[in-house]
């Protein structure tokens, strides 16, 4: 059983910045895929950034230039950097784990369905 924690929301201002963490724990054989998801109120819950075993990195349209995703495999943490943020990125934020092999390179783990684990959310609000 993996299990999920997040941590770094908070109040920011428009183009300001944040660091999300999410720490990795539990029972495993091997995570094949990390990620980073974001449900505002009343929508659907849309990938943000996901990460690869490799290292290799996609992202949505909307935040490429601005977010960084990243790992630290020693720590079993990914983060998520959002710079330049915007008030359209206020949402929760969830990390979420893959368990399954789809194929090598991050764009294989892109449908939220196939994502294992998911750890309780953290709130980014960016409003002035």
């Known amino acids: 059983q993996v299990q999920l924690v997040e941590s770094g929301g908070g109040l920011v201002q428009p183009g300001g910045s944040l660091r999300l963490s999410c720490a990795v724990s539990?029972?495993?054989?091997?995570?094949?895929?990390l990620a980073w998801y974001r449900q505002a109120p009343g929508k659907q819950r849309d990938l943000v950034a996901n990460?690869?075993?490799?290292?290799?990195?996609n992202y949505a349209d909307s935040v490429k230039g601005r977010f960084t995703v990243s790992r630290d495999n020693a720590k079993k943490t990914v983060y998520l950097q959002m710079d330049s943020l915007k008030p359209e990125d206020t949402a929760v934020y969830y990390c979420?784990?893959?368990?399954?092999?789809?194929?090598?390179?991050?764009?294989?783990?892109?449908?939220?369905?196939?994502?294992?684990?998911w750890g309780q959310g953290t709130q980014v609000t960016v409003s002035s």
């Open positions: 979420a784990a893959q368990s399954r092999f789809r194929g090598y390179g991050a764009s294989y783990y892109t449908r939220s369905a196939q994502y294992d684990y």
């Open positions: 539990g029972s495993f054989n091997a995570i094949y895929a």
């Open positions: 990460i690869d075993s490799a290292g290799r990195t």
